[in-house]
């Protein structure tokens, strides 16, 4: 919902600039380049979503495209292999401590962009890509109480991350690569022959890790940008 009312404000506001007068405005440009920002939302989670994308025409409104993005945090994805850490120290240690962690994430992607021509200064467009995504996992473990593996008996809140990897009972994720299937749709608003607004939506799917979930991450995210059409 919040797209559909981003892209129809967006709209409004190019539909009344002066300077969208069609006749300056190229409906079929050789390719583009733009910046996106955004919030992107994986199993609860939401994290910030950056990207620089080009593409070049290929035919008639149709482009390749590819991208090169980071997602601040999938931490959602590493959080199943930390709760069942955390309950096997429970259970077979009688250590109760709290699981958190990190997942920063590079991905790039390619594919193809189709625009759908208008009359007017609005090109709705959809797009379908395949790519990689390098996942760097980090996980946090959080003293609450109970007997550490040694022994000991740190003090409430400290962080035992190093003193459990030690004893074999955890290992860290290591960084890993994995495939990622992109698509999504939106809208660009043309101001004059070469500038663009942009705001749309995109879904992602980040193949299963062993390392981290045995399903697929999804997530759905809200990106908005500034490109040049040329």
Not at 92 to 108: E, K, R
Not at 164 to 183: D, K, N, R
Request: aromatic share 10%; hydrophobic share 40%.
């Amino acid at each position: 919902m919040r797209v559909l009312v981003f892209i129809a404000t967006v709209a409004c506001i190019g539909a009344a600039s002066p300077l969208l007068a069609q006749e300056r405005l190229n409906p079929d440009p050789r390719g583009f380049i733009s910046g996106f920002g955004g919030t992107t939302k994986a199993l609860g989670n939401s994290t910030g979503d950056v990207q620089v994308e080009g593409g070049v025409r290929v035919a008639p409104h149709l482009m390749v495209f590819g991208n090169l993005g980071h997602f601040q945090d999938l931490h959602g994805d590493l959080q199943p292999t930390l709760d069942a850490a955390a309950a096997s120290l429970a259970t077979n240690q009688g250590l109760d401590v709290t699981s958190t962690g990190t997942i920063p994430a590079w991905y790039g992607s390619a594919g193809l962009r189709a625009s759908i021509p208008l009359h007017g200064p609005v090109e709705p467009y959809v797009l379908g890509g395949f790519g990689f995504a390098r996942l760097n996992p980090k996980a946090q473990f959080i003293f609450s109480s109970g007997p550490m593996p040694d022994g000991s008996v740190p003090s409430e809140g400290a962080d035992v991350t190093s003193a459990i990897e030690s004893t074999g009972v955890f290992t860290q994720p290591v960084a890993s690569t994995s495939s990622m299937f992109t698509t999504g749709a939106g809208a660009q608003i043309l101001f004059g022959p070469h500038w663009t607004f942009d705001a749309g939506y995109r879904f992602y799917r980040i193949a299963a890790n062993a390392d981290l979930d045995s399903t697929p991450l999804k997530s759905n995210g809200v990106t908005f940008g500034a490109g040049y059409r040329f």
